[in-house]
C-alpha cells in the first residue's frame, strides 16, 4: 500500500513517519493526514505555513 502526506519544503520524511501515516490511512482510510493518489488532498495552509517557516529558518542559517 502506498501512503502519501504533505511535507514542508527541504524536509526528508523518516521510515518512522511513514510507518505511522500508513497506519493512520489504514484505520482512518484517506485524509488530509495520510492519503492515496486515488484520493488525493490538496496542500493545506497549514503546511504551506509551514513551508514558509522552513524558507525564513534556511535563510537565517545561510546569513550565519
Known amino acids: 500500500m502506498v501512503v502519501l ?3 514542508p519544503a527541504g524536509h ?3 521510515v518512522a513517519e511513514a510507518e505511522e501515516r500508513l ?3 489504514r484505520a482512518d482510510g ?8 486515488r484520493s488525493p488532498f490538496p ?3 497549514h503546511a ?10 534556511s ?3 545561510r546569513r550565519m
Open 30 to 37: 484517506p485524509t488530509p493526514y495520510a492519503f492515496t493518489f
Open 59 to 61: 535563510h537565517k542559517s
Open 48 to 57: 504551506q505555513g509551514i513551508d514558509a517557516l522552513a524558507d525564513k529558518q
Open 43 to 45: 496542500a493545506t495552509s
Open 12 to 14: 526528508r520524511p523518516t
Open 23 to 25: 497506519l493512520r490511512l
Open 5 to 7: 502526506w504533505w511535507v
